[in-house]
């Protein structure tokens, strides 16, 4: 492995959603980073093909059946040499298996144990199931977005599970373990997507009590309410987006547009607002997307062009930062962000469960200690034939 975080080793507890995206987000950075799968029956298929799950990827993967006293053992071992240990699971869930922050501790005093919950380790709702979009929901970010005459839309998973909770679950990751170099003692580190959402809020919350927000969708400088930042149809069916804020970009889209600023209402009037969307509307529609584009180019108008997942990885931008590599036949988005130095690399196809065990047992100083009563109790498994379940199946994973 290369990156930043080369030597940095994770214990990652098999689940889905934002967990995963961070132990592979770490895995990006250069940490060595093991995934305990669940033992699935022999013969079962998996949900999808291991070479496609990029919540994977950079990753090993070792299976073991943590009903088993020896498998719990193993975990535990694995522990003792680990930096950090992510978990994904309702509050209690491991504990109840026997891995609870105290018992990792007990083992490891400078570990840093990580926990990915969407209510959080406490309060009315904390072993309450639920999604990205119910997180999203409770915090007031879902309120904010869409139209105003349509129920919120789900902008996909994006914000609680990978932004409000990936993305500071690793943030809350590196920064206990910087600070177990100067006190030689782990922590546990609580990561909630509504606490992270919240915190993606703050703008807004200033803004409302400032009272330069309102609660009305669609009606604000970046729901879409303002002419000028917002999407627009063209003449070939497809859409632009322009996010020309500042004045002196403004002035530039309605130089861009044809439009005469002498005959426009001023920039800030909202009252204006409904009838410039309009007008706006009816002169995007006049070109095609790409004609659009072209029009733009150089011009600092704040314009472009609202491209297909499908489009995405060929535009010349995305081309020049080598933004998507082909990894395994594959095409990856590609780590980010990037170093001048350590440089992060795609170095681990995503395995199927169970593929690294005999690997990682052995590199982790585990085997041969382990592997023949391991071998005869059936408690770990290598090979790409296991079903792609972690124990995330013993509670849910928010």
């Not at 132990?23 to 093909?49: Q, T």
């Not at 994904?88 to 018992?103: S, W």
């Not at 130089?255 to 920039?267: F, I, N, S």
């Amino acid at each position: 492995m290369t990156g930043p975080l080369q030597g940095f080793r994770v214990v990652e507890m098999g689940g889905i959603g934002p967990a995963p995206f961070a132990g592979a987000l770490l895995g990006d950075l250069g940490a060595d980073v093991v995934r305990i799968d669940r033992i699935a029956k022999p013969g079962a298929e998996l949900d999808l093909p291991a070479r496609f799950d990029f919540y994977n990827r950079n990753k090993r993967s070792v299976a073991l059946d943590l009903k088993r006293p020896q498998a719990i053992a193993t975990v535990l071992k694995l522990v003792t040499q680990a930096d950090a240990l992510i978990e994904g699971f309702r509050p209690t869930v491991m504990e109840r298996l026997g891995l609870g922050p105290e018992a990792c501790h007990a083992v490891n005093p400078r570990l840093v144990y990580a926990r990915m919950t969407g209510w959080g380790q406490e309060g009315p709702l904390a072993q309450e199931a639920g999604h990205d979009i119910n997180y999203l929901a409770l915090t007031g970010a879902l309120h904010c977005l869409g139209d105003a005459d349509r129920p919120p839309p789900p902008p996909l998973n994006l914000v609680a599970d990978l932004g409000g909770g990936a993305l500071y679950l690793v943030v809350g990751v590196l920064s206990a373990a910087m600070e177990a170099r100067q006190s030689g003692r782990g922590q546990t580190v609580d990561a909630a997507m509504i606490d992270g959402v919240t915190h993606l809020m703050s703008a807004f919350q200033a803004f409302r009590q400032h009272g330069s927000w309102t609660e009305r969708r669609n009606d604000n400088i970046v729901d879409g309410g303002a002419p000028f930042y917002r999407t627009y149809e063209t003449k070939d069916g497809k859409f632009v987006a322009v996010g020309a804020i500042e004045p002196h970009f403004y002035a530039n889209l309605l130089q861009v547009m044809e439009l005469k600023p002498d005959g426009l209402p001023r920039q800030g009037d909202r009252s204006t607002w409904p009838e410039m969307r309009e007008r706006f509307a009816m002169v995007f529609a006049e070109r095609t997307r790409d004609e659009w584009v072209a029009a733009a180019i150089g011009r600092d108008a704040c314009l472009a062009p609202v491209l297909s997942i499908d489009e995405a990885p060929s535009h010349p931008q995305m081309a020049a930062r080598s933004a998507y590599a082909v990894f395994d036949e594959v095409r990856h988005p590609g780590p980010a962000p990037r170093f001048s130095r350590a440089r992060s690399e795609l170095s681990r196809s995503p395995p199927g469960p169970g593929r690294d065990s005999r690997a990682v047992l052995t590199d982790w100083g585990i085997l041969p200690e382990r592997s023949a009563i391991f071998w005869r109790l059936g408690c770990w498994r290598t090979g790409n034939s296991q079903r792609a379940m972690g124990v995330g199946s013993l509670g849910n994973s928010r």
